[in-house]
């Protein structure tokens, strides 16, 4: 079955040091994959998506993604954090079906960012 | 603001009831999805309408309907509540029915059920 996993639950980084958040999916045809950023009391916010071409793509707000297809994985990364960087965020990936859609999410990285 | 709106916000409720938590879609958007947030299932995906039809359904449970009506707001109708059906309810909405574009999330409606 289709699943998204983030292996780390909880992570927390100094302002200013290098950030990488892991995601691996499962999923038998070509995945389109997607980064969400979610604040308390807010929805979610796209950071990012893949969908095909250039395995490194870039997103809003400084972050980055490289889809790599023999790892089966998808890790966000952002080369130095603010303390605005600290949310919820949650990979997920593009179920398509005969007939609509469906978003197939990852059980979420809480990032802390420490000053 | 992405523009998508849930009333209500938040939503207190015993047991047995029956609840109907709203969401009006980004305008132009013709799709909309309902998801639930919990803290053991995380985010799940429940139910998508595209102009008024049920395109997919995930996981939800048969006490759990939906409609989207011709204004293109939806109804997500709770019914016969347990203490596990309390959690975080996303709306989102797109401007297709394919999930290749962007769905922008409202700011959710808290259940709890006592």
């Known amino acids: 079955a289709q699943s998204v996993t983030q292996p780390d639950i909880h992570i927390t980084v100094s302002e200013g040091a290098s950030l990488e958040l892991r995601c691996n999916y499962s999923?038998?045809?070509?995945?389109?994959l997607f980064w969400y950023v979610q604040s308390p009391g807010q929805g979610l916010q796209l950071l990012l998506k893949?969908?095909?071409?250039?395995?490194l793509v870039q997103g809003i707000k400084g972050f980055e993604a490289e889809f790599k297809r023999s790892q089966s994985s998808f890790n966000l990364r952002k080369p130095s954090v603010h303390w605005s960087d600290s949310a919820e965020y949650l990979c997920?990936?593009?179920?398509?079906?005969?007939?609509?859609?469906?978003?197939?999410f990852g059980k979420g990285t809480t990032l802390s960012v420490s000053s | 603001d992405s523009g998508v709106t849930q009333t209500p916000k938040h939503l207190i409720t015993a047991t047995g009831q029956r609840v109907t938590l709203r969401c009006s879609p980004r305008?132009?958007?013709?799709?909309v999805y309902w998801y639930q947030q919990s803290l053991d299932q995380g985010l799940q995906f429940l139910i998508q309408?595209?102009?008024?039809?049920?395109?997919a359904k995930g996981n939800i449970l048969e006490r759990f309907s939906a409609q989207q009506f011709p204004d293109l707001h939806s109804e997500l109708n709770l019914s016969s509540l347990e203490l596990g059906d309390s959690a975080l309810y996303f709306c989102?909405?797109?401007?297709?029915?394919?999930?290749?574009?962007?769905?922008?999330f409202g700011p959710g409606t808290r259940l709890t059920v006592t």
């Open positions: 989102a909405s797109s401007v297709s029915e394919s999930g290749l574009y962007e769905q922008y």
């Open positions: 999923y038998g045809a070509t995945p389109y």
């Open positions: 893949y969908f095909s071409g250039d395995t």
């Open positions: 997920a990936v593009v179920l398509l079906r005969e007939a609509g859609t469906a978003l197939i």
């Open positions: 305008s132009g958007d013709l799709s």
């Open positions: 309408y595209y102009n008024g039809e049920e395109r």
